[in-house]
């Protein structure tokens, strides 16, 4: 900052404001702080932010200016502000103007934001003339992302363009001392959206009150279809068995855990044993659904989610959830208005067709969606020292807050992400925009919503790409998507080098570093796949120094629908004695079958080589009995966890030593340890533990001796086998313990839904090294 006139002589000033600052009651703060002040000027929002002039008083001026960054609203993220000195035209009065017209989006959206408390209040006081309005909003809170369609964000340029404020509503928006000045969705009963329900087999209106229909209908244990801020949502009652065994059957979803919604705090104590780190989460604005270990006394449906020891929880978001959750009185499942793995319904008419087969009802309303985004998903782990929130699944409340390229780009990029998980990332400058979760791209609707989603953003923040970061493997859908582009540089960044650099670009780190990349498959450069790495690189590039000792994959990918394969593979690898099947899984695969598998594993025909550390976790769950098929990713992973016994002290022993230059974990005396326990008898929880355990212990070693090797301190953990609590707490804690520092993601997943962000941050080096 500059420093100016004095107290006394007349001073004006022009501030340039860039970041979150638009949606989020930034103009409004500056008026009424230059009110406050006696100061004249204006301020407005533009492609690059805000932008805002003011005039008087020397010292008034020089006390605005110290007190702009120090007191924004809580929702706003400054992330530049510069000064500079205008001369002075003798303005007295400050406006908020209209934005300029014709400019170029450059500036952040804000995420979609939780209802306030001061809107809750309005919602419930019957004399309030918003008393029970689901769409009340303010400048606090209310939805953002997935309404807007060009920057800058004005009502014109939102799907709420269709509703015009009423004389009141207007009233609220132009007084600088209404909580409502500016805010751009501002509506009420009167002039605003408002809810329908509706019969899926015959479209029409509902003959009663939506909300209490919809109430009614979930009371009797039918199932309905909501209309949230980002898409639809399946609910039922969370307590009543055959409503969520109906609900699983026609989402063909047979068996991955369902999410909850509990109406507040001390309702999702209920069902979950909360610590201060869950409850800040459940309870922060972005209202992530938050993985917690669940109390079994809990009135939960066995069928929600069986298997596991958590329960994925999340408070109401929005008004109409508040409303539901208050009338109906219990908590409901509230799982994504979809069938499998298809993307999730956010379009009238699609969802009408969608899920007509599914709900008995359809509680919507008349406010489009512009961006379909799903919940978010956290837990709380402590990798790195003290218990800190985990992204698991970064989407709604999150998206689409930029983060920091730590050399930044000096060419405009696209980064395509993975094929699982799917997100992708836009980057210019300094700053790049990590998209909403998009899914699996292994199906047309999602390839379609992912390329709608990369124009969206591009039209959002103005970028042109003119290199596009792509995975090594040939038949993603994201690297073809890549690959069809013309006009672009090409930059090809392997699969665990990109979640490699996602963590240190997260903490603003270059490298170099030791990375422990356990996840299910990924490309690997020797054209096999990856899955248990131990890299040395930084943001540039990185080596292969280490690796999960490779198996066979046995029949390609049917081996991960079955992890009994796996288990077939690695007994085999390990010399085991005993040929035949299993005990545990003795009921469950035919003998010949086994054999037949397990020599495919032993010839390695249409078997590729794996170092899946996945894999390995699949093979263990399948010995103890936990899974021989599985119906969704990581599932055998999941329940192996869940079934560890945490009074167990014991490990089994991962050989890890050196071979031909490169460090091998050899997990082949820890599977031999496993069968030999199942035939004592000894408890799979013992057993799981003791894996674990031993697997951390191994990886501890692997990277203390690869930092040695290379005289470096800094050690990233990622990929998707790391969300597993167990082994990535005890891995960190081995890792701090040896004298390292440890890196681990936070504000994006370990799974492949941080890739494109590393994709983005290795383009941006090597542009810049060139």
């Not at 107290?7 to 979150?20: D, E, F, H, L, N």
């Not at 409503?243 to 026609?250: G, H, N």
């Not at 807050?401 to 400058?429: W, Y």
Request: aromatic share 6%.
């Amino acid at each position: 900052m500059t420093g100016g006139a004095a107290a006394g002589a007349r001073r004006r000033a022009r501030v340039r404001v860039q970041g979150t600052v638009q949606g989020v009651g930034f103009r409004p703060y500056v008026y009424r702080l230059a009110g406050e002040l006696g100061l004249g000027g204006y301020v407005l929002n533009d492609a690059d932010g805000v932008l805002l002039e003011v005039e008087g008083d020397g010292g008034a001026v020089a006390t605005f200016l110290e007190r702009l960054p120090a007191q924004v609203p809580s929702l706003a993220v400054v992330e530049h502000l510069g000064t500079e000195e205008r001369p002075a035209t003798g303005e007295t009065g400050f406006a908020i103007r209209a934005s300029p017209a014709g400019t170029t989006a450059r500036t952040p959206v804000s995420a979609d934001i939780a209802t306030c408390a001061a809107c809750l209040r309005e919602l419930r006081d019957p004399a309030d003339r918003r008393y029970r309005y689901p769409f009340t909003n303010c400048t606090d809170c209310g939805p953002r992302f997935t309404i807007v369609r060009e920057v800058p964000y004005d009502r014109p340029r939102t799907t709420m363009a269709g509703f015009q404020m009423c004389g009141r509503c207007r009233a609220e928006y132009d007084d600088p001392a209404d909580r409502r000045f500016h805010a751009q969705p501002n509506a009420c009963p009167d002039c605003g959206p408002s809810l329908r329900l509706l019969e899926p087999a015959e479209p029409q209106l509902h003959p009663h009150d939506p909300l209490a229909g919809a109430v009614a209908a979930l009371e009797a244990g039918r199932i309905v279809a909501i209309k949230g801020i980002g898409g639809y949502h399946l609910a039922c009652r969370a307590d009543i068995e055959h409503a969520v065994v109906r609900l699983r059957a026609a989402k063909q979803r047979d068996e991955r855990p369902f999410a909850l919604m509990a109406a507040d705090v001390d309702r999702a104590r209920e069902l979950v044993a909360l610590g201060p780190e869950e409850e800040e989460l459940l309870t922060s604005a972005a209202r992530p659904i938050v993985l917690v270990e669940r109390v079994w006394a809990a009135p939960v449906a066995a069928s929600v989610a069986r298997g596991s020891r958590e329960l994925g929880v999340m408070l109401p978001y929005s008004p109409l959830h508040h409303l539901l959750l208050a009338d109906l009185g219990k908590p409901i499942v509230l799982t994504s208005g979809n069938r499998s793995d298809e993307p999730i319904a956010f379009r009238d008419a699609d969802a009408l067709e969608r899920l007509q087969t599914i709900a008995d009802l359809l509680l919507t309303h008349d406010r489009p969606i512009e961006t379909r985004t799903d919940d978010s998903v956290a837990r709380v782990m402590s990798v790195c020292g003290p218990p800190r929130p985990v992204m698991l699944r970064r989407s709604r409340g999150y998206v689409p807050a930029s983060l920091p390229l730590p050399a930044g780009t000096r060419k405009q990029l696209l980064a395509v992400g993975a094929e699982a998980k799917n997100t992708f990332c836009l980057a210019k400058g300094e700053r790049a925009w990590v998209s909403h979760h998009i899914g699996d791209l292994d199906n047309p609707e999602t390839l379609r919503s992912f390329s709608e989603g990369i124009e969206h953003f591009r039209r959002l923040f103005d970028v042109v790409p003119e290199v596009v970061a792509h995975d090594l493997h040939p038949d993603y859908g994201s690297t073809r998507y890549a690959l069809a582009l013309e006009r672009v540089e090409l930059i090809a960044v392997q699969h665990h080098h990109a979640h490699l650099a996602a963590c240190l670009a997260e903490h603003g780190e270059d490298g170099p570093a030791i990375g422990a990349i356990f996840d299910g498959t990924g490309f690997g450069t020797d054209g096999t796949l990856w899955g248990g790495e131990i890299l040395y690189g930084d943001l540039a590039g990185a080596q292969r120094v280490g690796a999960l000792r490779a198996v066979r994959l046995p029949g390609g990918a049917a081996a991960i629908r079955q992890p009994w394969r796996m288990a077939c593979a690695w007994l085999a690898q390990a010399d085991e004695q005993h040929s035949e099947v299993p005990p545990a899984l003795a009921a469950r695969v035919d003998p010949q079958r086994w054999q037949q598998v397990r020599q495919l594993s032993l010839s390695g025909l249409a078997s590729p080589l794996t170092t899946s550390a996945g894999r390995l976790f699949d093979a263990v769950a399948a010995l103890c009995g936990l899974r021989s098929q599985i119906t969704f990713e990581g599932q055998a992973a999941i329940e192996l966890e869940a079934a560890c016994d945490p009074h167990e002290r014991g490990a089994y022993a991962i050989e890890v030593d050196t071979v031909d230059g490169r460090i091998v974990l050899d997990p082949r005396e820890a599977l031999r340890a496993v069968a030999t326990d199942l035939r004592a008898g000894t408890a799979v929880g013992v057993i799981a533990t003791r894996f674990h355990t031993g697997l951390a212990q191994a990886t501890v070693a692997a990277c203390a001796r690869a930092a040695a090797d290379r005289g470096v301190e800094l050690v990233v953990l990622s990929g998707g086998v790391f969300q597993n609590r167990r082994l990535a707490e005890a891995t960190g804690e081995g890792l701090r313990a040896a004298g390292l520092r440890v890196l681990f993601p936070q504000r994006l997943p370990p799974g492949d839904g941080g890739i494109s962000f590393g994709q983005a941050a290795v383009a941006a080096r090597r542009l810049a090294d060139i």
